[in-house]
Each structure stands twice: as C-alpha cells, then as structure tokens.
C-alpha cells in the first residue's frame, strides 16, 4: 500500500476521552480505498467520466457539426505536426492542408500534405454555432483552426468530419448503456427482490420466466423486436424503443443477483435479530437488506453496461437499431460496411470501433474494480 | 451457582414443540418427507436458571432455539411464557401483532460474530434499533441509553459511531450481548454464544454473561455443543438427539452419572485436559441419524453399543427416572454408564 492510498479524505479525526485520535471509517470509505488501490479501475473511471462529460458537452468538444460538410471527402485523418518542413520547433502545434489528386487507375480521391497551407490549432475558438444542452446558443468550440480546416479522425463520403460525429455518436450510445441498464435495475430489484422475499410458486414462476428469455439467443431475440418498432417512427421514439428492447432481457441478471442476495442476507443472523426484537417486515426490507445488496448489484450494472452498448451497436450495424440521420456508433460502423471503405478509407470503421471497444473495456475494469471492493465482510 | 428450581417458578415452559420442513405435496403429486428438525420437545425453564442444551451438529438445538425466541414459526406444540404479571402466554401459536409485547422479553444471542451485527449500520443503530422499534426510547435518549449498554459490556461509549467491522470477534459478541440487552429482557436464548471465539476469549464472555445474569436476574437457554461450557455455567442440561430430548439432569448429576448412552458417548469426545494422557473415546459409529427418514424404535439403536431387541421395535418415552431426572431410554435401570471421572479415569 502506498502513502496516498491511506492518508488522505478520511474525515476529521475525532478526539476520544483518553485523548486518542480516531477515525470512524464507514463501508463506504473501506470500498473505496479498496477499490482506489485497483489502478486499473481508476484510470477507467476517469475515462468513463470524461467520456461522458464530452457527450454533456458534444457541441463544445466537437470542432464542428456533424451534419455540415466539407470539400474534403473522404480525407483521411490530419496529423498533428510541432515540426515543420524545415525542421523548424512551433510551440504552437498545426496541422497542414490537403492537396487533393485523382488515383488515375481507381480514380479515388488520393490525399498529400500541403506543405505550404498551415493552420495553427488553438483552443476554444470559434467556429459553427451550435446549441449547449440543446439550449444555449454558443459558438466556441474547445479545439480547432481559426482558417481552413482540422479533421482529427478524417471525413465521410460527404466530407463531415468523423471526430465530431464520433462525439456525437457517443451521446447515443454511451447513454443508451446508463438508461437501459436504470430501467434493468428497477425491474431487476423489483422481480428479484419479491422472487426472493416470497418464495414458493412465485419464485418459481419468476425465475423459470428468467430462464425462458436467457435461452433464447440475444441477437435473434434483439432483431426481432427490434424490426417490430415501426420505421416510420422519429428517431427520438426509435431511440426509446431500442432501449426498452435491450432493457427487457437486461434485466435478468440483475434480477437474479437481486434474488440470490435477497435469500443469502435473509438467513443471516442480524436479519433473525431484527425480527426477534420485533422489527416489522418495511423496516427488515428497507434498514437490512437493500443496503447489503446495493454494492452487489452496482457491480452487476456496471457489468452489464458494456454489453449494452455493444447491442445497441449490433443492431445499429445491422441496420435494425438507429438509422440514419441519427449518429451512433452503431449507425458509423453500419455505414462503413462496405469494401472500397474497409479496404482505403479505414478510419471510417477504426474510429467508431476502438471507440466501442474502450468504452467496453473500460466498463469492465470499472466493474472488476467494484467486484473486489463491494464485498463489506472480506478485509 | 445453585439450581433454584425448589423455590423459582417456570419462566417458559415448552409442551411437545416440533419444527418441520417439508413434508409437503409437490405439484407434481410427489410428496417430500419431512423433516423433523425439532419433533416433540418437553422442558421447563425455571426463573433465573441456566438451562443448557447440548448435542452434536444437526439435532436441532438451533433450530429449538429460535422457535422459542420466535425467529421460527414452530409446526406444532407450545411455549408457555409467564410474564411478570402472573398470567400464562402460549408464544407458539400468537400471531405478529400480538407477539410484539412480548418479543422483548426473550431475546437472543447468535453464534457467529460476523453475520449477526448489519456491516452498514453503526453500533448506535445495532444496539438502538431495538428500542426505536419497540418504542422504548427515542433522540438523545436511545444514544444515552446506548453508552451505558456498550459501557456494561466492557466496551466503550465512543464505540458507537463505529461500525461492526472496526471489533474483532469476542468484541462483536460484546455488542450482540449489548443488543440483546437493549430492551431489558428475562429470557435470553444464546445459541453457541462462544464456539466461535478463542477459547481466553470464551471466558471473557462466559464471565460478563453469568455477571449480567446475576445483576439482571435474567434466565439463559445455553445452546452449546462443548460440554466444558455447559459444565461451568448450566444449572441443569438437556441433551438432545435427531429432534428429541434424550435425557435431562441437573448438571451435576448429569456428569457424574449420566443415564444415556449417547450422553457418555457426547462426554467421552471431550479431550482431556493433559494432552498426553491416551484418550479412548467411545466413538459412536455412523452418522447422526437421518431427520426425514429416521430408524424405528430408539432413534439412537443404530450408533449404540447396549442396543438389545427392544430398543429396535419399540420407541422409548422421555420418562422421570428420579425426580428432576428425565432419560429417554429403556435400559436406564440397568445400565451402568461411566461419568466424567470415569471416563478420564479409564483414559488416564
């Protein structure tokens, strides 16, 4: 253990009679020093946070949005550049323009450095104007070029720029994983909870129901229900279709953790004191229970995150999630489903995918961290 | 300490208690046999006694013993309370809301230290839950009213900001001691109270029991499997096999003579204090008899080394042998079963 791990947030000491400094460290405190010392976890969670912060805050991080096009297609993503062309050091880093010629063969779009175009990056400037929240007029964006342009991941076949679509994918599909995964834990508890309070027929009902839907295969399952929304639909109803489709077979495994811990803390011993000394069934439910099964299911949410977001994903690329116009990460990857893009303009699929792929990762470090740290008896 | 059972009169008396599982139809028409964890149990628990209750894993003290603190609903029998203002109660058969009154008077004490205090709540939640719930105290008070608790358990009064997790094993006990003392109770069951602790700390806590006993006049129904124990702090012991009482003595008595097979079997498994001294238990071969399909005649005829044709067709009653004295065998009269000296004796 390290030196930072143990000495600071503690609250303030307090003096006791004999003149003895203590702290009074509360379960919470302990899961989170344990799961501070997974650095790992840490580091997820920092990006889990910035990712989501950048997805609050899309028309800001974004240079540019994500409907608007460029002369550019299908540019390839610019490099940034300290260096120039003289081996000359710029403090100030810039990115060189695009000199466009034609593959003779092919006749796609071919891309060099222009050499003699150089626009200086610089922070919060002002470009398009967008809307903060869906509210507030703004137009400063946290990085771009005052002149000529900036495509940090690329342009599509329409010349937008993949970086900003990118940020604005991760509003769909970052938020899709945090409001499924709500509406699971609320049915999660909810059926778990009285499958394992009840008992008998009900219990029995409840969990051969689980086994019915974790049975049938997810994909098939999702593309069903997924084709039944209507296509007509706007997109903001097609986004809540798709996540009460992942949503409803989410919620199994929370359920089932929710009924596993509800029997397991039900035979423990201070739950038998509580009824002895006459606490009513609310009080055993409410004071008992639920707060000795939250860190369990947290752990099985943040767990159950990633899996979310890579079916609202493989629905979208399957072309039954999100269509288009709506961004998500889904939607870029089914967009680039084809030879000529996987084959010479890469980016337009390793862009949305490693996006896919860290956030996943992520969620699962995250969720390994919670594992160890959630278990108040194991010091 | 001295069995005032001449002069003290019955706190809790219980008439042919059973607790079984099962035994139900199935919807498949298969019918389950069931279990009799607890199956026709008699004793009476005289004021300010120490009523021990010993046997092996599985007989069913547990399980007696939280039927009679009512953690369990018992199938069938009773448990005749007397409280203080002379009239007779049948615990088993009350429902919730009328139970409630009475709850606080017997309450229990858990055998393992970790899972019986709530990790998220604080000591001053764990010990004042109690009063809160039964409306004894409320604010400042239930706070006040906690110090003093931890205080008479040996712990100290800041203890209470603190959470169960902060205390080792014998200092958890100390708190459950203090929970179970929080609403004044006259009956304490305490099921295993110390198998889980060091063997300097089972004194600790054997020592503040019998002090809060002598100073509270409470009466304890010691649920044990270390004779040890039950020797230094029972008044009186009832040995229990698959369900049932197999015999009943003073303590004593009990030790000295004991009347049962399976009793000087259960005293024989004690170790001896000298390490060196060559020990032959009476083993008892077999396992503890099968509670859903148990042996005809004397449950115990399997694993007994005096079994004779009798003990296999015919099923012994619990009978008096000698006032106070109860054994639940057919071959008590003629019998001659080695005590405790004897047996260290015969090890020696």
């Not at chain 1, 409840?206 to 929304?229: D, F, K, M």
């Not at chain 2, 009679?68 to 029998?77: N, V």
């Not at chain 2, 603190?162 to 080792?168: D, I």
């Not at chain 2, 197999?246 to 204090?273: G, I, K, Q, W």
């Amino acid at each position: 253990m390290t030196a930072e791990a143990t000495t600071p947030v503690a609250p303030a000491p307090v003096a006791t009679s004999d003149g003895v400094a203590v702290r009074i460290i509360s379960p919470r405190r302990l899961m989170w020093w344990k799961f501070r010392k997974h650095k790992l976890a840490v580091a997820s969670a920092i990006f889990l946070i910035l990712a989501y912060l950048a997805t609050i805050f899309a028309g800001f991080v974004a240079p540019y949005d994500p409907a608007s096009r460029s002369r550019n297609l299908y540019a390839p993503p610019q490099g940034i550049n300290f260096v120039d062309e003289t081996g000359q050091f710029h403090l100030q880093p810039f990115v060189y323009g695009w000199k466009m010629t034609r593959d003779l063969k092919t006749l796609s779009p071919v891309y060099v450095a222009d050499t003699t175009q150089k626009f200086p990056l610089r922070l919060f400037v002002q470009g398009e104007p967008y809307k903060l929240f869906g509210l507030i007029d703004a137009d400063r964006h946290l990085f771009g070029v005052d002149e000529g342009y900036f495509h940090l991941a690329g342009t599509d076949h329409f010349g937008r720029d993949l970086f900003t679509r990118l940020v604005y994918g991760a509003q769909i599909s970052l938020s899709v994983g945090i409001i499924s995964v709500f509406l699971s834990l609320v049915l999660g508890l909810l059926i778990g909870g009285i499958s394992g309070l009840y008992g008998g027929w009900i219990d029995n009902f409840i969990q051969r129901l689980i086994e019915a839907i974790i049975a049938i295969p997810t994909i098939p399952l999702w593309l069903g229900l997924a084709a039944a929304v209507p296509r007509d639909w706007p997109p903001l109803y097609q986004y809540f279709a798709i996540l009460v489709v992942l949503s409803l077979i989410s919620w199994t495994s929370t359920a089932r953790v929710a009924r596993g811990r509800f029997l397991a803390l039900r035979e423990q011993d201070f739950v038998t004191a509580a009824r002895v000394y006459g606490a009513s069934q609310t009080r055993i439910i409410a004071k008992h229970l639920v707060p000795n099964l939250m860190s369990y299911v947290i752990v099985t949410l943040t767990l159950a995150i990633p899996g979310i977001i890579i079916g609202e994903t493989a629905l979208s690329f399957l072309g039954v999630g999100l269509k288009v116009p709506t961004v998500s990460w889904g939607v870029l990857l089914q967009e680039s489903q084809k030879v000529q893009i996987i084959q010479f303009y890469p980016w337009l699929w390793i862009g949305p995918a490693a996006c896919v792929v860290s956030v996943v990762l992520a969620f699962n470090f995250v969720g390994d961290g919670a594992r160890d740290a959630a278990d108040p008896f194991s010091r | 300490m001295q069995p005032p059972i001449a002069t003290a009169d019955p706190i809790l008396a219980i008439r042919d208690l059973k607790k079984h599982y099962g035994g139900k139809k199935h919807w498949t028409g298969a019918v389950s046999k069931a279990i009799r964890a607890v199956d026709g149990v008699t004793f009476t628990i005289y004021e300010g006694e120490t009523f021990g209750l010993v046997g092996e894993s599985g007989c069913g003290k547990t399980t007696l013993g939280r039927c009679i603190a009512r953690a369990l609903d018992p199938t069938d029998g009773e448990i005749i309370y007397s409280p203080e203002d002379g009239r007779d109660i049948d615990l088993a058969t009350l429902s919730p809301r009328q139970l409630k009154p009475y709850r606080q008077d017997v309450q229990m004490i858990f055998q393992d230290p970790i899972s019986s205090l709530n990790p998220r709540m604080t000591l001053l939640d764990i010990i004042g839950e109690p009063m809160v719930v039964n409306g004894l105290a409320r604010g400042k008070e239930v706070a006040r009213r906690v110090g003093e608790l931890l205080e008479r358990v040996g712990l100290r009064a800041e203890y209470m900001v603190r959470y169960p997790h902060a205390f080792s094993g014998g200092q958890r006990q100390r708190i459950g001691i203090a929970r179970a003392l929080a609403l004044n109770p006259r009956v304490i069951v305490c099921d295993e109270p110390v198998s889980a602790l060091d063997v300097s700390v089972q004194a600790q806590i054997l020592n503040l029991l019998q002090d809060l006993q002598a100073e509270k006049n409470l009466t304890y129904l010691f649920i044990a499997h270390d004779l040890g124990v039950v020797e230094y702090l029972c008044d009186r012991v009832a040995v229990m096999y698959v369900g049932q009482v197999v015999e009943l003595a003073e303590t004593s008595d009990l030790f000295a003579r004991p009347l049962h097979p399976y009793t000087e079997a259960l005293m024989s498994a004690v170790p001896p204090a000298n390490p060196r001294a060559a020990s032959q238990p009476r083993l008892l071969e077999g396992d503890l008899a099968n509670a859903a399909n148990l042996p005809p005649g004397c449950h115990f005829h399997p694993r007994c080394g005096y079994c004779v044709e009798r003990c296999r067709t015919e099923e012994p009653e619990l009978r008096e042998f000698s006032p106070g004295r109860f054994v639940r065998c057919h071959r008590a009269e003629e019998l001659r079963l080695d005590g405790v000296a004897e047996l260290a004796e015969a090890g020696a």
